[in-house]
């Protein structure tokens, strides 16, 4: 009998902190003196138990919720502990208090995008099943069968998204499913694989996935019998390369890509939205060029909602030398804020004009009227000031603005993930998302007024000589 088998490392180490979730933490934060005459008081077993204690080093959003669901989504950016979780939810479904001690499931489906990726992330990798587990406890790989089988007897054998036949047949207690946004046939894999999914008296399935907006993901998250957690790369920092955070965050902080990647976001892009993610990400720079003229849009909030509901502000400029087809627009910055005073939006306009040079402000005046203009001087009486009134709704002024972006006329400066979080709702029919559209509003004012109507007073004369 090894000294593990001695006593069960959950049951040995619960009796150290009264609260085990928060134990790493707790011991973390102390001084040296403390944390050694923890270590100290621990006995020989103790010792080897704690690196495999997961509930004492597990960060929240790696521990299953408590309470009657099915289906566990763990969301989370790249590097944010998912695969980790997914392994130690498979050893804490599998394992008894001793090694041969049986546990809650006995049988378990390991499903991956590939049968590579299930054997190489899920089993073998560095945050995998085989490296998480106790040597007492650790499972034997059957690579003939792709079969993992523990000391007390329970199995689990790896599938591939690309085969959702094969789930036709087996029968499970337990699944772990590992990015699931990115399975090739996600729906057949998903329905055969909840088929087998019928053993015992509470079977369960663990999804790790980074999100991605695929229709398979969108639909159990909204099942009742569905619960998640979630967490962004920089959750998990501490065991991430300083380089690493240092490059990405530099790169795709504020991006729909970076929402998605790093911050574990669900992005819908609606069906017949007149912006889309790739076209979007396609038309990013990193490098903005001189401007000829730059405004800074601003879509005020109006009735019960105006200290509550966000004032689209977006600076834009264009480079316009020659001809129109030569115009090129770039969004610069979002610079919208939330629940705050006329004085306080008005102040943030002003400020964003300082901040790029902007040559004017344009403001919709529908709500306001007179209003806007005079709190808008009341803070800086100079500021060049134009009211523009819109006598068409919000989609149907959207449309021409979105045509600029197809024809690839427009750039966007990263940092406008908001922004175009949603530009991506935003329908010929109407906005499909919650709230109003303010961003967007102040998105089209600017372009409006740096290219549409100019294009327009450009071409008249031409088209007049021809």
């Given amino acids: 009998m090894t000294d593990m088998e001695q006593g069960s490392p959950k049951g040995t180490l619960i009796s150290i902190s009264s ?16 944390r050694k005459a923890f270590l100290r008081d621990l006995s020989g077993a103790q010792l080897k138990a704690l690196p495999y204690l997961f509930e004492f080093w597990a960060l929240d959003h790696q521990l299953a919720p408590e309470g009657d669901w099915r289906t566990w989504v763990i969301l989370g950016g790249r590097g944010a502990g998912k695969t980790r979780a997914g392994a130690e939810w498979v050893r804490s479904m599998v394992e008894g208090s001793r090694p041969r001690d049986p546990g809650i499931a006995k049988h378990v ?20 099943i085989l490296a998480c587990s106790p040597p007492d406890r650790r499972p034997q790989w059957i690579s003939g069968r792709n079969l993992l ?10 599938y591939s998204a690309f085969d959702p036949e094969r789930l036709r047949g087996p029968q499970f207690d337990a699944v772990w499913a590992d990015e699931l ?13 909840q088929f087998g999914l019928r053993l015992g008296a509470n079977p369960r399935a663990c999804v790790t996935t980074t999100p991605k907006n695929v229709e398979i993901l969108k639909d159990f998250m909204a099942r009742k019998s569905t619960v998640h957690t979630h967490a962004t790369t920089q959750a998990n920092r501490a065991y991430l390369a300083d380089s690493f955070l240092q490059e990405v965050q530099e790169r795709y902080c504020g991006t729909r890509l970076g929402r998605q990647e790093l911050d574990g976001v669900l992005l819908a892009d609606v069906d017949g939205a007149l912006w889309s993610s790739a076209r979007l990400e396609a038309g990013h720079v990193t490098k903005l060029p001189q401007m000829d003229r730059i405004v800074v849009a601003v879509d005020p909030p109006a009735g019960a909602n105006a200290t509550s509901d966000a004032c689209g502000i977006v600076v834009a400029g264009i480079v316009s030398q020659g001809p129109v087809s030569g115009w090129k627009i770039y969004v610069i910055e979002d610079a919208s804020v939330q629940g705050v005073s006329p004085n306080e939006w008005a102040a943030a306009a002003i400020a964003a004009m300082d901040r790029h040079g902007a040559d004017r402000m344009v403001a919709e005046v529908n709500q306001g009227g007179a209003m806007v203009e005079a709190i ?3 803070i800086d009486p100079s500021v060049s000031y134009r009211a523009v009134h819109a006598t068409r709704g919000k989609a149907m002024r959207a449309e021409p603005v979105a045509a600029l972006y197809e024809q690839g006329r427009v750039h966007h400066a990263f940092g406008l993930g908001e922004l175009e979080d949603e530009m991506c709702q935003m329908t010929a029919q109407g906005y499909a998302g919650t709230g109003s559209p303010d961003r967007v509003d102040a998105l089209v004012w600017a372009l409006t007024d740096l290219f549409l109507e100019p294009a327009k007073r450009w071409r008249a004369p031409h088209i007049r000589r021809l």
């Fill in 19 to 34: 609260d085990v979730r928060s134990g790493a933490a707790l011991v973390a934060s102390a001084d040296v003196a403390n």
């Fill in 181 to 193: 946004a990115k399975w090739p046939k996600a729906q057949s894999t998903w329905d055969m694989m």
């Fill in 109 to 128: 489906g390991l499903i991956g995008e590939t049968m590579e990726q299930a054997r190489e992330v899920m089993v073998f990798g560095t945050s995998g």
């Fill in 149 to 158: 089988i523990w000391p007390n007897g329970a199995e689990a054998r790896l």
């Fill in 376 to 378: 808008v001087r009341s």
